[in-house]
C-alpha cells in the first residue's frame, strides 16, 4: 500500500499500459493525480498545462461543476437501466440535444461507449443499409491511408496506420483504401487548409471503376485526420468525395471522434466545411472525456431505412450493454450545456486565429520541417532522427513534460489540441515552451 499522503502507487507492473512505452514509463513514471481546468497536477506537485485536451477530447477543460455535479446526482438518482427494450429519460435527452447541436440533416444518435465502437457502428449501419434497401452486394468499405478510426477490427481494416494494422492478421476482407492527403513538398507550413490535393479524392473513381460501384457500401475519413499526426484536408477535397459518394450511392462516413464538439471552431466538422455526410461517428467531446461515450448521427434517410416491417420486430441487431448509460448521458448532457453556455465552439473559431500565428511562429526552428494548423489544433513535424524514427519527437515530449506543458506525439509529429477554454497567455506559454524545447533537441 501506498504511505499515507503519497498518491504514488508503489506497484506499477499489474498495469498493461495502452499505446504506451510500458518498460520507459514504469522507470520513469508520470503520474497525473488532480487536475482543474487548463492545468494537470502532478504526483509530485507540479501543474502542467494541457496543450492536449487530455487525448483530444477535456474540451471544457478539467474539473468543470456542472459536469460533476450532473454525474454525482445521476449516480445517486439511477445508476444503471437496461439498453435493450427499456429506456431512461437522459439517454432521450441527451439524443435530442446532440441532434440539435448538430448539423441540419442529422436526426437520430446511437449511443456506444467509445469512437473505435462509434466506428464499428457506423461501419455497420452502413452496411446493413444497404442491405434492408435490398442493395445487399454493397459490401465493400473505404478508407484511407494514414486514417485513424480506433483499435477495434473494422477500425483498423478500414485505418491506414501501418503499426496499428500489420501485428492483427488478415483484417476484414473487402476494404480498400484512397491515398492520404499529405503532399509537403507541395503544402508545406500551409495556415489553415492547403491549396493543393483535391484531386486526390478522384482517386475514388479508380476504386470504384475496379470494383463496381455495385460492390461498395462506403467510404469513411477523418475530415481532418488528428491521430496520424493532424493533416488538414485541402480546399475542396470533402466536397469532391461527397459528390463522387453521391454520383455512385456510396455513403460518406466522417469519423469526427476528433473534429466533434468545436475543435475546429463548429459544432462537428462536417458544419465547418459545410459538406455533410451520410453519418458521423463521435466520442470524446461528447461528455468532455469524463465518462467513456460514443454516438454515430444518422440522417433520417438512414434512419428511416430501417424502421419497416412488423413494429414489435428490432429493426437494428446492434448495441452494447452501456449505450446511453445514465451517468454517462447525464455527463454528456451537462457537457453539451457547459459547450452552449459558455459559447465554447464561437471561442475556439475567435482564438485560431491567434492560435494559427503562435504556431506557425515555430517556423525556422530547427528539425521542423512542417507545421500544419485549422480551428484548435496545430501539428508541428519534426525532421526524424536517420535511423531512430519518433525517437526526437519522443523526447521533444519528455522535455516538454518536465517544462510543465502536455503535448502530444505521433511519429515525429507533434500534435497540440488544447481545451476550448484556453487564454491567449497560455497559448503564449504553450508555444514559448515548445520553442525552448526544441531548441535544446539533438
Ligand atoms: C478519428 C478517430 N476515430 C476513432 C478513435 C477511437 O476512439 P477511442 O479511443 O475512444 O476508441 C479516435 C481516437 O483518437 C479517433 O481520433
Given at each position: 500500500?501506498?504511505?499515507?499522503?503519497?498518491?504514488?502507487?508503489?506497484?506499477?507492473?499489474?498495469?498493461?499500459?495502452?499505446?504506451?512505452?510500458?518498460?520507459?514509463?514504469?522507470?520513469?513514471?508520470?503520474?497525473?493525480?488532480?487536475?482543474?481546468?487548463?492545468?494537470?497536477?502532478?504526483?509530485?506537485?507540479?501543474?502542467?498545462?494541457?496543450?492536449?485536451?487530455?487525448?483530444?477530447?477535456?474540451n471544457a477543460g478539467h474539473n468543470r461543476p456542472k459536469i460533476i455535479e450532473a454525474i454525482q446526482s445521476q449516480a445517486a438518482e439511477l445508476d444503471y437501466a437496461p439498453a435493450f427494450q427499456m429506456?431512461?429519460?437522459?439517454?432521450?435527452?441527451?439524443?435530442?440535444?446532440?441532434?440539435?447541436?448538430?448539423?441540419?440533416?442529422?436526426?437520430?444518435?446511437?449511443?456506444?461507449?467509445?469512437?473505435?465502437?462509434?466506428?464499428?457502428?457506423?461501419?455497420?449501419?452502413?452496411?446493413?443499409?444497404?442491405?434492408?434497401?435490398?442493395?445487399?452486394?454493397?459490401?465493400?468499405?473505404?478508407?484511407?491511408?494514414r486514417g485513424y478510426h480506433g483499435v477495434n477490427f473494422g477500425g483498423i481494416s478500414v485505418g491506414g496506420i501501418v503499426n496499428n494494422r500489420k501485428f492483427f492478421g488478415s483484417l476484414l476482407t473487402?476494404?480498400?483504401?484512397?491515398?492520404?492527403?499529405?503532399?509537403?513538398?507541395?503544402?508545406?507550413?500551409?495556415?489553415?487548409?492547403?491549396?493543393?490535393?483535391?484531386?486526390?479524392?478522384?482517386?475514388?473513381?479508380?476504386?470504384?471503376?475496379?470494383?463496381?460501384?455495385?460492390?461498395?457500401?462506403?467510404?469513411?475519413?477523418?475530415?481532418?485526420?488528428?491521430?496520424?499526426?493532424?493533416?488538414?484536408?485541402?480546399?475542396?477535397?470533402?466536397?469532391?468525395?461527397?459528390?463522387?459518394?453521391?454520383?455512385?450511392?456510396?455513403?460518406?462516413?466522417?469519423?469526427?471522434?476528433?473534429?466533434?464538439?468545436?475543435?475546429?471552431?463548429?459544432?462537428?466538422?462536417?458544419?465547418?466545411?459545410?459538406?455533410?455526410?451520410?453519418?458521423?461517428?463521435?466520442?470524446?467531446?461528447?461528455?468532455?472525456g469524463v465518462i467513456p461515450m460514443g454516438a454515430v448521427l444518422a440522417t433520417s434517410q438512414i434512419h428511416d431505412a430501417f424502421m419497416q416491417g412488423p413494429e414489435e420486430a428490432i429493426e437494428l441487431?446492434?448495441?452494447?450493454?452501456?449505450?446511453?448509460?445514465?451517468?454517462?448521458?447525464?455527463?454528456?448532457?451537462?457537457?453539451?450545456?457547459?459547450?452552449?453556455?459558455?459559447?465554447?465552439?464561437?471561442?475556439?473559431?475567435?482564438?485560431?486565429?491567434?492560435?494559427?500565428?503562435?504556431?506557425?511562429?515555430?517556423?525556422?526552428?530547427?528539425?521542423?520541417?512542417?507545421?500544419?494548423?485549422?480551428?484548435?489544433?496545430?501539428?508541428?513535424?519534426?525532421?526524424?532522427?536517420?535511423?531512430?524514427?519518433?525517437?526526437?519527437?519522443?523526447?521533444?515530449?519528455?522535455?516538454?513534460?518536465?517544462?510543465?506543458?502536455?503535448?502530444?506525439?505521433?511519429?515525429?509529429?507533434?500534435?497540440?489540441?488544447?481545451?476550448?477554454?484556453?487564454?491567449?497567455?497560455?497559448?503564449?506559454?504553450?508555444?514559448?515552451?515548445?520553442?525552448?524545447?526544441?531548441?535544446?533537441?539533438?
Open positions: 500500500m501506498a504511505m499515507d499522503g503519497d498518491t504514488r502507487p508503489n506497484d506499477l507492473s499489474a498495469f498493461w499500459m495502452p499505446f504506451t512505452a510500458n518498460r520507459q514509463f514504469k522507470k520513469n513514471p508520470r503520474m497525473f493525480v488532480s487536475a482543474d481546468r487548463m492545468h494537470y497536477r502532478t504526483d509530485d506537485g507540479r501543474d502542467v498545462l494541457d496543450g492536449t485536451a487530455g487525448l483530444w477530447c477535456c429506456g431512461h429519460p437522459k439517454a432521450f435527452e441527451l439524443a435530442t440535444k446532440l441532434v440539435d447541436m448538430a448539423p441540419e440533416p442529422f436526426s437520430h444518435a446511437f449511443f456506444t461507449n467509445s469512437g473505435s465502437e462509434s466506428v464499428e457502428t457506423a461501419l455497420k449501419i452502413a452496411l446493413a443499409y444497404h442491405r434492408v434497401r435490398g442493395e445487399g452486394t454493397r459490401t465493400r468499405l473505404i478508407g484511407r491511408e473487402g476494404v480498400d483504401h484512397l491515398p492520404h492527403t499529405h503532399l509537403p513538398e507541395k503544402n508545406a507550413f500551409t495556415k489553415g487548409q492547403p491549396e493543393h490535393g483535391a484531386d486526390l479524392a478522384d482517386e475514388l473513381e479508380r476504386i470504384v471503376a475496379l470494383h463496381g460501384p455495385e460492390t461498395i457500401a462506403a467510404v469513411i475519413v477523418e475530415p481532418m485526420a488528428g491521430s496520424t499526426g493532424v493533416l488538414i484536408p485541402p480546399k475542396g477535397y470533402l466536397k469532391r468525395l461527397r459528390e463522387l459518394c453521391t454520383k455512385h450511392g456510396i455513403l460518406l462516413i466522417f469519423d469526427e471522434v476528433i473534429t466533434g464538439f468545436g475543435r475546429l471552431g463548429s459544432s462537428f466538422a462536417a458544419a465547418h466545411f459545410d459538406v455533410m455526410p451520410d453519418l458521423i461517428t463521435c466520442a470524446k467531446g461528447l461528455t468532455n441487431f446492434h448495441g452494447y450493454t452501456y449505450s446511453g448509460n445514465p451517468i454517462a448521458a447525464a455527463a454528456g448532457v451537462a457537457t453539451l450545456e457547459t459547450y452552449r453556455e459558455e459559447g465554447l465552439f464561437e471561442r475556439a473559431a475567435e482564438l485560431a486565429p491567434y492560435w494559427e500565428e503562435a504556431v506557425h511562429s515555430l517556423k525556422g526552428l530547427p528539425h521542423v520541417i512542417d507545421i500544419r494548423n485549422m480551428g484548435l489544433i496545430a501539428g508541428i513535424e519534426l525532421e526524424p532522427i536517420a535511423g531512430q524514427p519518433t525517437k526526437r519527437a519522443f523526447s521533444a515530449f519528455l522535455k516538454a513534460y518536465e517544462k510543465g506543458v502536455l503535448i502530444r506525439t505521433t511519429g515525429d509529429i507533434i500534435a497540440m489540441s488544447p481545451p476550448l477554454i484556453i487564454e491567449k497567455e497560455h497559448i503564449d506559454t504553450l508555444v514559448g515552451t515548445l520553442a525552448d524545447v526544441i531548441r535544446e533537441l539533438d
